[in-house]
């Protein structure tokens, strides 16, 4: 782990020497959404009738942005359940199940499972068993619906019930007939060797998906990224710094990378934790001519993931990777 904080220091360092530094800002966990504040207010002025019916009347890839931005505000947990208790909408188990969830994994942090206290796992499983409970509820009052299923997938993935129980989750995300990059996503990283599965499995499962939903074909990108992230948790420096220069790897990421025609007019907010993902990967392979088209078109809509996995500073490295491609600063 310690070569990927090691990367972004060195890549600062090439880039600027001690000269101006980038510039930096938080994550816009909203990605810019026109809604976002409003649906705060509604949150914090407790009038759960006009949240609920601002939210449904959003597009699936709408509802995965301002649920995860939402319930990472600093909010009081009692406030979820509050809403609960006066409301009988699926909407209201849904952000109380998805607010325990991000903070099962807050408890829990982003270390390797030997660097968690007792008494935090013991907390982060208690949370997770919480949140499994009200985002089942929600799925069985309301099947159909993609979100419940696609928030299932971390929540199984920290409870560790095994890659079965991840494909089968994701198979009835499919089955809503609802395209969603994000449960793919928490698909992928969760059948890694990281969790649950192995480098194979997760690379398995992105060439199946993609290949059904050619849209989400960036799950491929994914599945490199994590199966990179793992060779370095497990001090393979070597390996890990040259995954990229693999030609099996090369070739998947530029078939994909080229196969994504419409990524530039596309108007989804998927398309941004695509763009993420790519550019992370583009950026491993010093291939400068993807990364640049990939850093234009994803403009301001920088995601955590996978830029965390090596830096506390997204925007910092984002900006620094803008600038060695000429491009300005967002």
């Given at each position: 782990m310690n070569w990927l904080r090691r990367l972004a220091g060195r890549f600062y360092y090439r880039h600027y020497g001690l000269g101006e530094l980038p510039e930096d800002?938080?994550?816009?966990?909203?990605?810019?959404?026109?809604?976002?504040?409003?649906?705060?207010?509604?949150?914090?002025?407790?009038?759960w009738t006009e949240?609920?019916?601002?939210?449904?009347?959003?597009?699936?890839?709408?509802?995965?942005?301002?649920l995860g931005y939402c319930v990472?505000?600093?909010?009081?947990?009692?406030?979820?359940?509050?809403?609960?208790?006066?409301?009988?909408?699926?909407?209201a188990g849904l952000f109380r199940g998805t607010a325990m969830t991000f903070a099962a994994w807050d408890v829990r942090g982003g270390g390797r499972g030997r660097e968690v206290s007792d008494e935090n796992q013991t907390q982060f499983t208690a949370m997770l068993e919480t949140a499994w409970d009200n985002l089942m509820a929600v799925h069985k009052a309301v099947?159909?619906?993609?979100?419940?299923?696609?928030?299932?997938?971390?929540?199984?993935?920290?409870?560790?019930?095994?890659?079965?129980?991840?494909?089968?989750?994701?198979?009835?995300?499919?089955n809503t007939g609802v395209p969603h990059l994000g449960a793919a996503l928490y698909a992928t990283e969760a059948l890694s060797e990281k969790w649950l599965g192995s480098a194979g499995e997760a690379l398995e499962f992105a060439?199946?998906?993609?290949?059904?939903?050619?849209?989400?074909r960036?799950?491929?990108?994914?599945?490199?990224?994590?199966?990179?992230?793992?060779?370095?948790?497990?001090?393979?420096?070597?390996?890990?710094?040259?995954?990229?220069?693999?030609?099996d790897v090369q070739r998947d990421l530029r078939e994909c990378w080229g196969r994504e025609v419409d990524i530039a007019g596309r108007t989804d907010y998927f398309r941004f934790h695509a763009l993420?993902?790519?550019?992370?990967?583009?950026?491993?392979?010093?291939?400068?001519?993807m990364l640049r088209e990939a850093l234009d078109y994803m403009g301001t809509g920088i995601?955590?993931?996978?830029?965390?996995?090596?830096?506390?500073?997204?925007?910092f490295f984002v900006n620094t990777a803008r600038r060695h491609m000429k491009l300005p600063s967002i």
């Open positions: 800002r938080e994550v816009d966990l909203s990605l810019g959404h026109p809604s976002a504040n409003l649906l705060l207010e509604h949150i914090k002025a407790r009038r949240c609920e019916s601002l939210f449904l009347a959003l597009r699936p890839d709408e509802r995965y942005v301002l990472q505000q600093p909010f009081p947990r009692e406030l979820f359940d509050e809403w609960m208790s006066d409301s009988s909408s699926f909407v099947p159909d619906e993609v979100e419940p299923l696609a928030r299932l997938i971390p929540v199984a993935m920290g409870l560790e019930t095994g890659a079965d129980d991840i494909r089968e989750i994701m198979a009835r995300c499919v060439y199946a998906h993609a290949e059904e939903h050619p849209r989400d960036a799950v491929i990108a994914c599945a490199h990224a994590e199966n990179c992230l793992w060779l370095a948790m497990q001090d393979r420096d070597n390996d890990a710094r040259q995954y990229f220069s693999r030609p993420n993902y790519y550019a992370w990967c583009l950026l491993g392979m010093d291939e400068d001519t995601v955590p993931k996978p830029w965390t996995y090596a830096t506390d500073k997204p925007v």
